[in-house]
T-cell receptor, first 114, second 114 residues
Framework: AQSVTQLGSHVSVSEGALVLLRCNYS??????LFWYVQYPNQGLQLLLK??????LVKGINGFEAEFKKSETSFHLTKPSAHMSDAAEYFC????????????FGRGTSLIVHP | GAGVSQTPSNKVTEKGKYVELRCDPI?????LYWYRQSLGQGPEFLIY????????DSGLPNDRFFAVRPEGSVSTLKIQRTERGDSAVYLC????????????FGQGTRLTVV
């Protein structure tokens, strides 16, 4: 079985501050990991993905995430938050043990203050 | 079209009625997924198609829910005898092969059962 835990349903930062959104996964086999962003009334858009190549993955809009097997984590970071980053962020895991069907976390709402 | 298309974007129906939700995936994508997203939650898996066949329907909540993909492209999610608890956003996603490739999402159908 595979699962994802996102710590913190809401994260609030000031514009220009570091963004850190946490994701821990559970998988009995090597996973693929994804971060998606969802803006209000829109579908999910892929930010970045880990597919067993480099452990530090760079995505769109200045986001990056680091795969840490020892910690079973895939936290999302951005050095400097922008107002336009305010959205819902979802971490997802996909692995052969789950027929590669993406399993999503509950999401973290990022709030950016001016 | 270039992306995953879902119709209708909004559907209001009376309790007990039958509804059909349509998904038009990206051309050439063999894998298709249906998810349900309730307010404040992450996408919850319903069913996965590989080609024309339902490879995994373990997420369908009960036998009122059914989905088809007769020609391996367009899919229809069917809900019989709708209940107020079925109200949610229904998301469709497709990927090129499954197997850990990223899923591309449509904008969803917001179903409201009154």
């Amino acid at each position: 079985a595979q699962s994802v835990t996102q710590l913190g349903s809401h994260v609030s930062v000031s514009e220009g501050a570091l963004v850190l959104l946490r994701c821990n996964y559970s998988s009995s086999v090597p996973p693929y990991l994804f971060w998606y962003v969802q803006y209000p009334n829109q579908g999910l858009q892929l930010l970045l993905k880990y597919t067993s190549a480099a452990t530090l993955v760079k995505g769109i809009n200045g986001f990056e995430a680091e795969f840490k097997k020892s910690e079973t984590s895939f936290h999302l970071t951005k050095p400097s938050a922008h107002m336009s980053d305010a959205a819902e962020y979802f971490c997802a895991v996909s692995a052969s043990g789950g027929s590669y069907i993406p399993t999503f976390g509950r999401g973290t709402s990022l709030i950016v203050h001016p | 079209g270039a992306g995953v298309s879902q119709t209708p974007s909004n559907k209001v129906t009376e309790k007990g009625k039958y509804v059909e939700l349509r998904c038009d995936p990206i051309s050439g994508h063999t894998a298709l997924y249906w998810y349900r997203q309730s307010l404040g939650q992450g996408p919850e898996f319903l069913i996965y198609f590989q080609g024309t066949g339902a490879a995994d329907d373990s997420g369908l909540p009960n036998d009122r829910f059914f989905a088809v993909r007769p020609e391996g492209s367009v899919s229809t999610l069917k809900i019989q005898r709708t209940e107020r608890g079925d109200s949610a956003v229904y998301l469709c996603a497709s990927s090129s092969t499954g197997g850990g490739t990223e899923a591309f999402f449509g904008q969803g159908t917001r179903l409201t059962v009154v």
